[in-house]
C-alpha cells in the first residue's frame, strides 16, 4: 500500500513578485505533484498589503490564508510547518533567524544571505534548533537540470567537459529606480551578482563538476565587476578547476541574454541550453560531427517552484534537516565563491 503524500502548510513572508510566483506554482492542478501544499499564512507589512496580495494571487483559494500584519505573527502561527522567505537579500539573515527562533521550518530565497558570514550563522541556528533549512535556489531541482547533470557526467554524452559559458542578463533599468530600490540599495544587496549572477554561477557548478557541497571541488576565482554607486551592474568571473576545465560565468543588469544562456563544450560534442537561467525550457546535445542535434523539451506547468517545494515536502516528512541537492555546505561556497567575485570586484555591502 503506497504511503500517502505529504502535506505542508506554508507562511509566506514577503509579498513581492518572487512571493506571488511561488504562491501560484503551489497552488496550481498538476499531475505527479509528490505533496500537497496548503497557503496557511501571509506575513506582511501591513494587513491592507497583505489582503490585497491575497486578493489577487490567490482569488479562488478553497482555504483563505490568515493575513497578519507583522511578520513575527506568521512565524508564530501554530497552523504553520514552514516559512517561505521572499523578502530582499538583505532581510534574509533577519528574517530565517526569526522564524527559526520559533521552530519553524524554512525555504528562504535565493541569495541565502549576503554573505557567506550570515549564511554559517542562520545554519549554526538551524542546526541548534534541529528545524529544516534551505536555499530556494528552484533552478537545480528542475527535470531538466537533473537530466543536463547526468548526460553531462554520468554518461558523459560529450566526453570531458573542458569548458563552459554561461549567463543571465536584463535590462532593469537601474538608473531610473528610486535609491531605496532592493537593485540600488546596497543594504539589500543590490547588484547583478547576487539577484541573476547566481544562476549563472550556479549552471557553471552544476555543469563543470559532479559534487554538491562537501563533495564538490571549489574552482579557483578570476573576476572583474563594472560598478556605478557601488552598485554592480556587469559581473564577469572565470572558474578555473585543477583538471583544467574554465568556466565564463557573466551576469548584467542593462542588456538581455539571447534565448542561448549556456554552452557546454566536451571533448566529444557540447550542449546548448535555452530559456531564462533560472528557468530553463530546453537544450540541444550536439555530439561530434552532428548538424541536427538530439534536443530535449520538459514539460512545465506553471513557473517550476513546486519541484523545490515538493523535494521540500518529501525532505521534512522523512525527517531530514537538509537537502541532498542544496545542502548547506553548498548554500556556504556559493556565498564563499561570490564573497571573493564582490571582493576582487569591488562591490561592497554595509553588513559586509
Not at 91 to 110: M, P, R, S, T
Not at 173 to 197: F, T, V
Amino acid at each position: 500500500m503506497s504511503q500517502s503524500k505529504p502535506t505542508l502548510r506554508w507562511g509566506i513572508v514577503g509579498t513581492g513578485m518572487i512571493s506571488s510566483w511561488f504562491i501560484a506554482d503551489l497552488t496550481i492542478d498538476r499531475k505527479n505533484a509528490q505533496a500537497t501544499h496548503i497557503i496557511q499564512a501571509i506575513g506582511s507589512s501591513s494587513v491592507e498589503k497583505g489582503k490585497n496580495f491575497v486578493a489577487i494571487h490567490l482569488p479562488n483559494a478553497s482555504q483563505a490564508p490568515t493575513v497578519y500584519g507583522s511578520y513575527h505573527e506568521a512565524y508564530q502561527d501554530p497552523n504553520v510547518d514552514i516559512i517561505y522567505i521572499g523578502t530582499p537579500h538583505g532581510f534574509h539573515k533577519k528574517n530565517c533567524l526569526d522564524a527559526i527562533a520559533q521552530g519553524k521550518h524554512v525555504l528562504c530565497e535565493k541569495a541565502f544571505t549576503l554573505n557567506a558570514r550570515e549564511a554559517r550563522e542562520v545554519l549554526e541556528a538551524a542546526q541548534e534548533k534541529g528545524v529544516f533549512v534551505m536555499e530556494a535556489m528552484w533552478t537545480r531541482f528542475f527535470p531538466l537540470v537533473k537530466t543536463v547533470q547526468k548526460l553531462v557526467h554520468q554518461d558523459k554524452v560529450i566526453g570531458d567537459v573542458v569548458r563552459l559559458f554561461a549567463d543571465f542578463a536584463m535590462d532593469q533599468r537601474i538608473e531610473s529606480l528610486a535609491p531605496e530600490h532592493r537593485l540600488r540599495d546596497l543594504s539589500l544587496g543590490a547588484g547583478s551578482l547576487l539577484d541573476i549572477g547566481i544562476y549563472s554561477l550556479t549552471w557553471g557548478l552544476l555543469g563543470l563538476d559532479s559534487g554538491v557541497g562537501e563533495k564538490a571541488t571549489t574552482p579557483k576565482i578570476c573576476a572583474t565587476q563594472t560598478l556605478v554607486q557601488g552598485v554592480d551592474i556587469s559581473t564577469s568571473i572565470i572558474l578555473q578547476y585543477p583538471d583544467g576545465a574554465q568556466g565564463i560565468i557573466t551576469s548584467n543588469s542593462k542588456v538581455k541574454t539571447p534565448s542561448v544562456f549556456c554552452r557546454i563544450e566536451g571533448t566529444e560534442g557540447y550542449i546548448v541550453v535555452e530559456g531564462p537561467a533560472a528557468a530553463p525550457e530546453n537544450f540541444t546535445v550536439y555530439k561530434d560531427g552532428d548538424t541536427e542535434g538530439q534536443k530535449y523539451d520538459f514539460e512545465k506547468p506553471g513557473r517550476g517552484f513546486y519541484w523545490e517545494a515538493d523535494a521540500v515536502a518529501l525532505d521534512i516528512a522523512a525527517g531530514k534537516v537538509q537537502s541532498d541537492v542544496m545542502p548547506w555546505a553548498e548554500t556556504v561556497r556559493v556565498m564563499e565563491i561570490m564573497d571573493e567575485v564582490r571582493r576582487q570586484g569591488g562591490s561592497k555591502f554595509p553588513q559586509d
